[in-house]
């Protein structure tokens, strides 16, 4: 993941500023579709038995808002809350 500043194209990020950005996004302190993004990902397993349907729908809320986030990455534009659908 490449950080995004329309003043920095082509142009490599001094160390102590990279680990300053690092340590921000593992602290979340980031956009909140890069914290969408980077949340862990999960599958639900059927062949263990029923799941109840409020973790299926909080699986796909939040598979749905991972996949928002890296569109978001991949376009290169931040944003700070998700779609009131994906909510």
């Keep these: 993941m490449v950080y995004q500043h329309p003043e920095r ?4 990020l001094p160390w102590k500023l990279r680990t300053r950005l690092m340590c921000k996004l593992l602290a979340g302190d980031m956009e909140i579709d890069v914290l969408h993004a980077m949340r862990p990902q999960f599958e639900l397993r059927t062949d263990l038995g029923e799941i109840s349907a409020e973790l299926v729908e909080e699986f796909k809320k939040t598979s749905a808002l ?16 998700p779609p ?4």
Aim: charged share 20%; proline share 4%.
């Design 66 to 81: 991972r996949t928002w986030g890296w569109m978001c990455i991949a376009d290169g534009t931040p944003q700070v809350v």
């Design 84 to 87: 009131v659908a994906l909510l």
């Design 9 to 12: 194209r082509k142009k490599t």
